[in-house]
């Protein structure tokens, strides 16, 4: 019996009659799918048992996004972020891609045309009354109604995370702590502007004055002080090799925050970021990077005149000993707690 059961439950669950077993009274298949009933009628636990009979996590989702919509395509769609990025040892499935179903009938187990590749870590069903029956994979990659399709899958998805980012900033920081990385990775790869900008509200970073805690690109606009003209950044290896990085030494004395970006995708990710909310992001470890002057430097310059003559002949000996090895060799007035910096040329 427990063997039927199980072929029923994964071969005929939403055929449109009921399917009974021996003399029992109840059918053993639901008949109607749980993605095509109303949101409003489906409980917190009747959707944890669907994905868990789904996937096989023996975690809960992290979240369950539930919608249908009518124009510009009618889909039903029941979605789930996983708890975590890693799958499970025994999970049931391997791939990445939603199961996709044409009016209760499964086209194809694993769908990537749906959903943007930084966004594979969302499982889930699609089922749409546009799609043929008899469907091809061939033609479902180049179908116009996939492309409509994967507009408002992608936005849905986007709008819940942006909104969860809004209400829980604490909930918000396990999905990034979690998933972050592939967002990253959206802003890096996306060709259009708009794909990119989209997800800017749901990057998270840290900075010199929240180093244990995340912080959006807002909070940092909204934390800037009177006369900065840039979001200012340090890449690094690692969060030790940049807290005590000589670059920092000007900005710490001048009050301005840093964010500090440690992972390898990170300089690919700020080619998609060429400013925000009209403020440009500037490297600290740039040769240019421009900052107002402090009211002490002013003073200092008009008070002590520098010693030309035996400065140009220390930074020729510098550049004599270091030949090839540097373009350049300059002074600066950005370094307090270090005697030498490396920038970039």
Do not use: C
Request: avoid cysteine; glycine fraction near 6%.
């Amino acid at each position: 019996e427990y063997r039927l059961r199980s072929i029923i439950h994964k071969h005929s669950e939403f055929i449109a009659f009921p399917i009974y077993l021996g003399e029992g009274a109840e059918p053993v298949n639901q008949q109607k799918a749980l993605w095509r009933q109303s949101p409003r009628e489906v409980d917190e636990k009747q959707y944890e048992d669907y994905y868990r009979q789904f996937s096989l996590d023996v975690e809960k989702p992290f979240k369950v996004i539930h919608f249908t919509t009518d124009a510009p395509v009618q889909l039903y769609a029941l979605l789930f972020i996983p708890g975590k990025a890693e799958r499970s040892l025994f999970a049931l499935r391997r791939e990445d891609g939603l199961k996709l179903y044409s009016r209760n009938v499964m086209i194809q187990e694993y769908t990537r045309e749906l959903l943007p590749d930084y966004l594979r870590f969302v499982q889930g069903v699609v089922d749409s009354e546009d799609l043929p029956l008899n469907v091809s994979r061939e033609s479902v990659q180049s179908s116009a109604v996939m492309a409509r399709m994967k507009k408002v899958i992608t936005g849905k998805v986007l709008s819940t995370l942006k909104e969860l980012a809004l209400k829980d900033a604490e909930l918000y920081s396990k999905f990034w702590d979690e998933f972050g990385l592939l967002i990253k990775e959206g802003v890096a790869t996306s060709r259009e502007t708009a794909d990119r900008e989209a997800l800017y509200p749901l990057l998270r970073f840290r900075s010199t004055r929240f180093a244990e805690t995340w912080s959006s690109l807002s909070e940092y606009v909204g934390r800037m002080k009177g006369g900065q003209k840039a979001i200012y950044y340090i890449l690094g290896d690692d969060r030790q090799s940049v807290t005590h990085s000589p670059h920092l030494d000007y900005f710490r004395g001048a009050g301005y925050e840093v964010l500090t970006l440690t992972d390898t995708i990170d300089s690919f990710m700020l080619l998609g970021i060429p400013e925000f909310e009209g403020f440009k992001l500037q490297n600290v470890a740039s040769a240019e990077v421009e900052l107002p002057e402090k009211a002490e430097e002013k003073a200092e310059a008009e008070a002590e005149p520098a010693a030309q003559e035996e400065l140009d002949q220390t930074l020729a000996r510098f550049k004599q000993v270091l030949g090839e090895r540097v373009a350049d060799v300059r002074t600066t007035n950005r370094l307090s707690g270090s005697v030498a910096r490396l920038v970039d040329p």
